[in-house]
């Protein structure tokens, strides 16, 4: 059974940063795409940043691009958004998430296998 618990969401005012990150279990890194999607108050999800290992491709969305890092830890079944220079419109719920993605796929519009999300708040 694939479980995905994400930690490290708060409060934190613009410019600052903050790591979240996603305890996986029930899936190893080399077989599912991982990722970090986001939900802003009244808008729809979307993906921040992901990774496919079948192609090793890494997407980032250009709103956070270069601000944003998205990281693994195979050996702790870990995976980490690391959020610098952080802005009032990244307040959202952040969520993890993983499922099986063919080489060519992107991870950008959604996975499987989702955790029930993280707040972040970022004060002006």
């Known amino acids: 059974e694939v479980q995905l618990v994400e930690s490290g969401g708060g409060l934190v005012q613009a410019g600052g940063s903050l790591r979240l990150s996603c305890a996986a279990s029930?899936?190893?890194?080399?077989?599912?795409?991982i990722g970090w999607f986001r939900q802003a108050p009244g808008k729809e999800r979307k993906g921040v940043s992901c990774?496919?290992?079948?192609?090793?491709?890494?997407y980032v969305a250009d709103s956070v691009k270069g601000r944003f890092t998205i990281s693994g830890d195979n050996a702790k079944n870990m995976m980490y958004l690391q959020m610098n220079n952080l802005e009032p419109e990244d307040t959202a719920v952040y969520y993890c998430?993983?499922?099986?993605?063919?080489?060519?796929?992107?991870?950008?519009?959604?996975?499987?296998?989702w955790g029930k999300g993280t707040l972040v708040t970022v004060s002006s």
């Open positions: 998430a993983a499922g099986p993605r063919g080489a060519g796929f992107s991870c950008m519009y959604g996975l499987d296998y």
């Open positions: 029930g899936f190893t890194f080399d077989d599912y795409a």
């Open positions: 990774f496919n290992p079948s192609d090793s491709s890494t």
